[in-house]
């Protein structure tokens, strides 16, 4: 919707412009949009990594800059700012924006267009196991035990019915935070996808993969609950603020069962070039509404 508005309203100018000083190129006119970019690993671009290696994270391609790209080609992009960081949480945006004179705070009220995805890594911040926290739920598995596991499945229905509340409530306090910076800044939340199809056979120790597999549907729900209460939230705001908007990747990014899911997670959470590219078209479809 937004990105139509913006199209009708370059012709206009661009109409404008042409009766009044004939030569000035479209391009001087045209750059209308600031786009900035909240999350984690996701907006940061993290790469996948093979589960239990200690690798080095590395960056690359991310949703935000196929979106900035997609802005750009459509020559209507003035500026880019990503702040996204691997393991943040809801807080650290909340201290980013509310940092008097940081680069966070001036890009955000600049901004026309604001995409955020954030959550998971409060979410998982609750489990714990027996060698405590397990908030990098991934880097753990490798040296837990069967009953270890067996713990974490029983933490769901708690995480569900007391986390998920409160970690909704911190986004949407982050929203309110935005739009008290800026009124008028289109805000697109992003709901998460189905994040743990790489734990299918992810051991070779049958009890443990059994366990695992007990554990695979568990964490979905867990995605899906937050997203259910993340959308609800979303149109909770709207009646209070405008241009805020819902985006779901869950379908986008293979669901439950689609073959998409192994061609975009083949490794970890963190999708490959072509499910970044996913996730942005997901967004552009509901910009371009």
């Not at 069967?146 to 708690?158: A, R, T």
């Not at 554990?215 to 705001?237: K, M």
Request: proline share 3%; aromatic share 10%.
């Amino acid at each position: 919707m937004f990105i139509r508005k913006i199209a009708t309203m370059l012709l206009s100018l661009s109409l404008l412009s042409s009766m009044a000083i004939g030569t000035v190129s479209a391009a001087q006119n045209n750059k209308t949009i600031d786009y900035v970019a909240l999350g984690d690993s996701l907006a940061a671009g993290q790469k996948p990594t093979e589960i239990g290696s200690n690798s080095t994270k590395l960056y690359g391609t991310s949703y935000p800059k196929f979106i900035r790209d997609d802005l750009s080609g459509k020559g209507i992009l003035n500026s880019y700012a990503n702040f996204g960081v691997s393991g943040y949480q809801t807080w650290q945006v909340s201290n980013d924006l509310m940092t008097t004179g940081s680069a966070t705070q001036n890009a955000i009220i600049e901004a026309e267009i604001i995409t955020l995805d954030i959550g998971a890594n409060d979410l998982l911040s609750y489990l714990e196991a027996e060698e405590g926290d397990v908030s990098n739920l991934l880097d753990s598995l490798p040296y837990m035990t069967p009953e270890q596991i067996s713990g974490l499945i029983y933490q769901m229905d708690s995480l569900k019915s007391i986390a998920v509340p409160y970690v909704v409530y911190q986004v949407s306090t982050l929203v309110a935070q935005i739009k008290a910076l800026n009124p008028d800044a289109e805000i697109y939340v992003m709901g998460y996808y189905n994040a743990f199809s790489c734990l299918n056979d992810y051991s070779d120790d049958p009890a443990l993969q059994a366990k695992i597999d007990q554990l695979i549907p568990e964490l979905a729900e867990l995605i899906q609950a937050y997203n259910v209460g993340l959308e609800q939230a979303v149109t909770g705001l709207s009646y209070q603020y405008q241009n805020i908007t819902y985006v779901s990747t869950w379908e986008a990014m293979g669901g439950n069962v689609d073959s998409n899911a192994r061609t975009y997670l083949p490794l970890d959470i963190h999708p490959t070039v072509q499910g970044y590219r996913a996730i942005a078209q997901a967004f552009w479809d509901e910009m371009s509404e």
